[in-house]
């Protein structure tokens, strides 16, 4: 029996890996463009929407940070999780933002997409799905 699977099986603690469709990981991490977005610079109203896109998950947000650059007026921030992270970057010149969303347990990240939506108001979403930590 593979080590980690006995490890798993023995320990009396919570496991946070993902069984889905036949396989068990880690967690699902989402890598989502927004094309076409709005409210780009705000660092504070996106600190919110990612408060809000966690709470639609299910997630337990731990703490937030964000960053506004200039010129242009970009936003850096990430939401710590108890279940991973949400993080995003903005280019209002090129009204495009790029979010990551990484969950374990039993929140869904796919819930956390239409708040974020709300807020940003992209005309494209592009979205590619990566489960991490598959077991062999």
Request: include cysteine; glycine fraction near 6%; hydrophobic fraction near 40%.
């Amino acid at each position: 029996m593979n080590n980690s699977l006995a490890l798993k099986e023995e320990s009396s603690e919570k496991d946070y890996f993902i069984e889905k469709d036949g396989m068990l990981f880690a967690g699902i991490h989402l890598l989502i463009e927004f094309w076409g977005a709005k409210n780009l610079s705000d660092a504070a109203a996106i600190e919110a929407a990612l408060c809000r896109a966690a709470e639609a998950a299910g997630a337990t947000v731990l703490s937030v940070h964000t960053h506004e650059f200039s010129p242009y007026g970009g936003v850096t921030g990430v939401t710590v999780l108890a279940e991973s992270h949400i993080s995003i970057h903005t280019w209002p010149e090129r009204n495009f933002a790029a979010i990551d969303i990484f969950m374990c347990g039993n929140c869904d990240p796919y819930t956390s997409i239409t708040p974020l939506k709300e807020h940003f108001k992209p005309d494209k979403v592009l979205v590619t799905e990566h489960r991490r930590g598959i077991l062999p």
